[in-house]
């Protein structure tokens, strides 16, 4: 969008109001313009319906009484300790005014239409002939396994530094990068066939990436906001879930043909119906299945990947769910629950809970570990922490029940394990000088045995697949991913990008949870 | 007497005149790099890239935007509490990192 075109619109339709002595035509007209403003600069974050998303909502109501004045500065020069951008310079100074107003006047929209067919009409086919494709990557990689991926939101989450950016974690170079559009937000590779990636990115836009190549092939939009997506284990199926409309389409892994949309809707633990954003969405080497979580009706559904693809809705999981992690070959999930501050064990196989565990203080539990230590698998949840209580919940995952709760520097959003690594590396993301900061705590002891100054706001580590090296964002402000040796917690190494967020390895299909055995899923089959 | 006064006088000196580019870096991360970046500003942004500049101008820049010679709303407000220290250690780390 021309920023300087919208804006002469806005003026322009003021003037010819003024002239024909009509207000309500401008006050209108300018509404419009800075709708179009709010969703091109601000939605990605804050939610196509102004009712927030990553970032607060903001509308009517959440910014009553708020000065004006005070709004612009905020806008003007962002917010040093979040992910808000300066839009100073980027925005003129009538459409940072204008955006304001209009936030302040208009409320939360209500949950908009996105159907199948918008859907499918989304599709852009980018390689129309996979079989141009080469055969073998076209850069030297011993065992595809071995790339990461990161997801780069870029300063403004959209623009040129939103992309996937691709490295190999043996020699810590980067092998590649697909631009995005808007910021890049989870990374799944498909688990059947090594040369193919699915980047969703905050718009819920998903784009097939050819890793051989590293170019996008084809995307698709399945909604206005959401990242969460899964695929299954046989490779064949997308499943990709919206916060913006309250939604969940499963999608040909292959042409990202949409083939079934779902309503998020159902009765929450307190009896009342709901409409729901998408929570987690994953597939289990275990069976043809997806398990998502319906966040505001606090249920699992699980959906079978056969004619019709039916839905068994598992209730009263918690309030407010959010992500989770697999264990037992699959069979059993562990989902937190933020409301209730626990993470509830689900049998996948008998479709019903087993056990709600305490997990801390609101539990977002990123990608979960668990590992096993003396003949035990221990599970490891995060918590944000937005309480005194800022632990590292570890969970006995056979007798479903807490070890302990390990006191960390603040709160927390993803641990990171490695069956080859002495430590699980846990973020520490208050809002202060901690935020620069991982901690490691010992498989053994459980006790934080050492703090590394990353630097930026430091954020989801992530393993290399074989153990040796832990990769971890250096976030906003510090816009690089550093890289230390598993052991020796010496950098390595740092590969500039910005504002780098979470980190996915393809080793992630072969362990399923990060910290099991390097060939967890191989010893399934 | 006069050499202890002398050496008191160097050590109450020394914060004040040895620039610290690690110092720098934490207040350049929270005053500056919210538009300037460590290393770079956001791709696609108008701020000016800071890293690798020439510390005299950089010093004299934002001493000019403190003290409101030099005018500009967002940099009068986010220079205006900065002391000379501050401004030392940002220059330290800013002109000292490979743009």
């Known amino acids: 969008m021309n920023n300087h075109s919208n804006n002469n619109n806005y003026l322009l339709a003021g003037a010819f109001a003024l002239l024909l002595g009509s207000s309500a035509g401008a006050l209108a007209q300018a509404d419009q313009d800075m709708a179009e403003v709010f969703q091109d600069h601000c939605a990605s974050c804050h939610g196509s319906d102004l009712g927030g998303y990553l970032a607060p909502p ?48 208009t409320p939360k929209q209500p949950n908009p ?39 780069a939101r870029g300063k403004y989450g ?77 490779g064949k199926y997308i499943m990709a879930g919206s916060f913006v409309p309250h939604n969940a389409t499963i999608l040909d892994a292959n042409t990202l043909e949409p083939l079934k949309s779902f309503e998020l809707e159902g009765i929450d633990p307190d009896g009342k119906m709901v409409s729901s954003d998408s929570g987690m969405i994953i597939g289990t080497p275990y069976a043809d299945i997806f398990a998502i979580a319906l966040e505001n009706a606090g249920q699992v559904w699980v959906v079978d990947l056969k004619e019709g693809f039916p839905v068994t809705k598992i209730e009263k999981v918690g309030r407010h769910l959010h992500d989770a992690f697999l264990t037992h070959g699959g069979k059993k999930l562990m989902i937190a629950s933020y409301d209730d501050s626990i993470v509830a064990a689900i049998d996948l196989e008998k479709r019903e809970i087993i056990k709600k565990l305490e997990a801390g203080c609101v539990p977002h539990v990123g990608g979960g570990s668990a590992v096993v230590v003396d003949g035990r698998t221990l599970g490891f949840g995060t918590n944000f922490g937005d309480c005194d209580k800022t ?117 992630r299909v072969k362990y399923m949870t990060r910290g099991l055995s390097p060939d967890e899923i191989g010893s399934l089959k | 007497m006069r050499l202890a006064i002398v ?77 000379d220290e501050d401004i030392n250690d940002i220059v330290s780390f800013y002109s000292n990192v490979k743009p």
């Open chain 2, 7 to 83: 050496i008191l006088g160097a050590i109450l000196a020394l914060p004040v005149q040895a620039a610290s580019p690690y110092v720098g870096q934490n207040k350049a991360t929270a005053s500056c790099a919210q538009c300037h970046g460590l290393r770079a500003p956001a791709e696609g942004s108008i701020f000016p890239k800071l890293s690798g500049r020439d510390p005299e101008y950089l010093k004299k820049a934002l001493r000019h935007y403190r003290d409101k010679t030099r005018h500009s709303e967002i940099m009068n407000a986010m220079a205006g509490s900065l002391s």
């Open chain 1, 158 to 234: 959209r623009g040129a530094g939103s992309k996937a950016v691709f490295i190999n974690s043996k020699t810590h170079q980067k092998i590649g990068e697909v631009a995005t559009g808007t910021a890049a937000h989870i990374i799944e590779f498909n688990p059947a066939n090594p040369r193919w990636a699915y980047v969703k990115t905050d718009t819920a836009e998903i784009f097939k990436v050819d890793l051989y190549s590293m170019q996008v092939v084809r995307s698709v939009k399945t909604g206005f906001n959401g990242p969460g997506i899964g695929i299954s284990r046989d």
């Open chain 1, 391 to 507: 632990v590292v919940s570890v969970w006995d995952l056979d007798k479903m029940e807490v070890v302990k709760q390990v006191p960390v520097a603040g709160g927390t959003e993803s641990p990171a394990a490695h069956a080859n690594a002495p430590y699980v590396a846990v973020d520490i993301i208050s809002k202060d000088r901690r935020a620069r900061t991982v901690q490691l705590i010992d498989k053994k002891t459980l006790e934080v045995v050492k703090t590394l100054d990353v630097g930026g706001h430091a954020y989801f580590p992530e393993y290399s697949a074989d153990g040796k090296f832990l990769y971890i964002s250096a976030g906003y402000n510090g816009d690089e991913v550093v890289v230390y040796d598993s052991n020796s917690l010496q950098k390595v190494a740092a590969i500039p990008m910005e504002s780098p967020a979470g980190i996915f390895s393809r080793g």
């Open chain 1, 113 to 151: 239409a996105w159907t199948l067919e918008d859907t499918r009409k989304s599709i852009k086919v980018l390689v129309k002939d996979e079989s141009t494709l080469p055969a073998k990557p076209t850069y030297t990689i011993d065992d595809m396994t071995n790339i990461i991926g990161v997801a």
């Open chain 1, 58 to 105: 903001i509308n009517a109501t959440t910014l009553k009484g708020r000065s004006p004045t005070a709004l612009r500065s905020i806008l003007m020069t962002g917010s040093f300790d979040t992910l808000m951008p300066p839009f100073y310079g980027k925005l003129t100074d009538d459409e940072i005014r204008g955006v304001i107003k209009y936030l302040q006047t």
